[in-house]
């Protein structure tokens, strides 16, 4: 076990080696952060420590950083998440105020975490499987041309445009209340069923076409998508990985991986914040970095977003900053 006393020295190291990116040393650490003990003493809980795995020393003589045991010692056991200021709390909510649709609240959350984090940002949008349709609306464009939209209650909205049949205002209304009343409330699957009941009935011409339509997008709904903002982040930190950063970018072009790698971080801590530092990510390009994740939405549509940056950074801060904003997205969400 670890005594209090070496936890503060790991606790000291870490916040300074973040600050300055430089390995730290006995003396400073007993005069930035007053140990109440000699560099001696510190000396020795460091070479303690490195013997653990909890630091390393990059050259000879000089000082200590943390290894990714240390990090994870220290976000296990030795951070305090702080919350975020009422002026933080009120800038979250600001930003997300005004967005028009799931569309605009993935952009604006993607782009708020990168900024308050300076990191890479990645948001999943949420996956609508449990979410139920509400509406579907079908507008004509002309006589041969209209435009079929489809409403769930995660806020979603698919539509596509759709040749037809020559039809009169009636047809339109008819066609319109049998849709809804087909699907109003009903999971896709249900949906999916039950316009398949409504094709076997006698309908106008253009029930086909619409009919058609939304069983088309229903059976085609797009795969789990992510937006990624905050990419030029990672080049400040171009000397925090171990080759270059070249492969941690590679790495976040590709959707699987990001859906996988926030999907199974969050997965760790459900409804909580979770870490994953450096030699725990499961994908080789990204064991230089580590991943705070967490999920947001409901029950009818859920997802997961998160940061990926180098392993030295602020830990408290950003676990903070993602924890406000799952929860600041989620209860948009519910709440619109």
Known sequence: MIDDRKLDVLRAIVTDYVASREPVGSKALVERH?????????????????EE???TQPHTSA????????????????AQVKPLSPAERRAVSTFLEGAVDLEDVVRRTVRLLAVI???VAIVQYPESNAARLRHVEVVTLSPEMAIVIVVNSAGTVYQRSIRVPEH????????????????????????IEALNALAEQPLPPLGSSVVASVLDMLATDEAPRVAVGGVPNLTRFGAEFETTVKPVLEALEEQMVLLRLVGEAAADHPGDVAVRIGQENPFAPLKTTSVVASSYGSFEASANLGIVGPTRMDYPSTMAAVRAVARYVGQFLAEG
């Open 168 to 191: 009169s205002d009636d047809d339109l209304q008819f066609v319109r209340d049998a849709v809804n009343a087909a699907v109003d409330g009903e999971p896709p699957a249900g949906a």
């Open 53 to 55: 795995g909890y630091l």
């Open 34 to 50: 007053h140990l109440d003990v000699s560099p001696a003493t510190v000396r020795n809980d460091m070479a303690a420590l490195e």
């Open 63 to 78: 000082g200590r950083i943390p290894t990714d045991k240390g990090y994870r010692l220290f976000v296990d056991r030795i």
């Open 117 to 119: 984090t300076h990191q």
